[in-house]
């Protein structure tokens, strides 16, 4: 089969799939537990090496497929979707950004083609937050003869009970000290995983804390290490894989919300009404606002990633593309809420439960604020390296009234 015919099947499956895990969402949404059953049907599919190259034995996917895919998990179960989609952000950056040692690419993708060996990056810490602040990890990595001896503390290790490898963010303890990311096997002696994860939404995910006490990895399993007065160097082109995929997880959930609310209102007839819900008009512009939300965030997200693909320059779009789709999650599942009355904030209906997880959409760094805070600088730089001299004004023409004729009297 063709690689084309090879993603397309695979996006059947994911859309087949997403329904499936809908079925289990309330589960883990009440228990907490992590939903090993859902890796083990991904993998099944070969949806775990989507993005993963041909030659590694993935299908060679794009930000396109990817967010296709992901979307239709996050429909059914957005937990799920947000590790896949951090998994999937690792495996693309294996495959094209140059700075992962060959046999690191090999080991992942080796493990990805036999199993379930999901990856994802450890940066947060408790006390410095985001490295998109600005600030370096705590994290101190030591050379011990041909290791370095890793001491840290992560917070929001999503996936956590089922990643094979953590890229650990860390500074050296060298006279000039460098910053890299560390590939740390959760095998390692030195592990151990706190349980910290008790929020009100996105509850599967179990992005506990990892704590690393001298945790041995060869000198060789480093990857994008440099002076650490240097700062966090970020790919712009490759920030659109987080900026899409993250945000298309709580659109995910607000179109899991509308789902039910066209269901309830369809077969809700009060008998004081003598019709459906879905007959009255407040309750069709309510519906109809949501489908503009959810219209816009398509479109959007779709938007980024064809241009992704394509090669097309995006700007800082991308993360203006993360603040609306959040935004509008967040306004689709507090409409529908308003909407569905008694019955939606019930915990016997998924509605409330699609609201709590698209409101965990705002904890995604970097925060609204500092995405807009972003965007103003980029404006008033445009206008700083604007031309200096003033514009000659295009020339008026005035428009003058034909002359009448004048006709005579006979």
Known sequence: MTAETDIALAIEKAEELGKRFALTARHYDETGEFPFANFDALHEAGLLGLVTAREHGGLGGGLTEALVVVSAIARGEPSTALVLSMHYNQHYSLRTSGKWPAHLVERVTRANRDGVALINAAQVEPRVGSPSHGSLPETIARR???????????????????????????????????????????????????????????????????????????????????????????????????????????????????????????????ASLGAPLSTVPRIQDGLGQIEVLLT????????????????????????????????????????????????????????????????????????????RTMLAKAALSRHAAAPAEPLEPVPMRTHQQPRLAVVGRS
């Open 144 to 270: 011990v003869g041909d290791h370095w001896r890793i001491t840290g503390h992560k917070t929001y290790a999503t996936g956590i009970p089922l990643l094979r490898w953590v890229s650990v963010l860390a500074v050296t303890d060298e006279p000039v000290p460098r910053l890299g990311s560390f590939l740390v096997p959760t095998s390692a002696d030195g592990i151990r995983v706190e349980k910290t994860w008790n929020a009100t939404g996105m509850r599967a995910t179990n992005s506990d804390d990892l704590i690393l006490d001298d945790v041995a990895v060869p000198l060789e399993d480093v990857l994008d290490i440099a002076p650490a007065n240097e700062g966090l160097k970020r790919d712009e082109r490759m920030g659109a894989w987080y900026f899409s995929l993250v945000p298309s997880i709580y659109d995910g959930a607000a179109r899991g919300a509308r789902d039910w609310l066209i269901e309830f209102t369809t077969t809700r007839a009060p």
């Open 296 to 371: 816009v965030n398509r479109r959007l997200l779709r938007s980024i990633a064809e241009d992704f693909d394509a090669g097309r320059s995006f700007g800082p779009d991308a993360a203006a593309v993360k603040h609306t789709v959040i935004e509008n999650a967040i306004a689709v599942t507090t409409l529908a809420l308003e909407l569905g009355g008694n019955p939606g904030i019930s915990r016997d209906n998924p509605l409330e439960r699609h609201h709590r997880d698209a409101l965990s959409g705002k904890a995604h760094a970097p925060q609204n604020n500092l995405i």
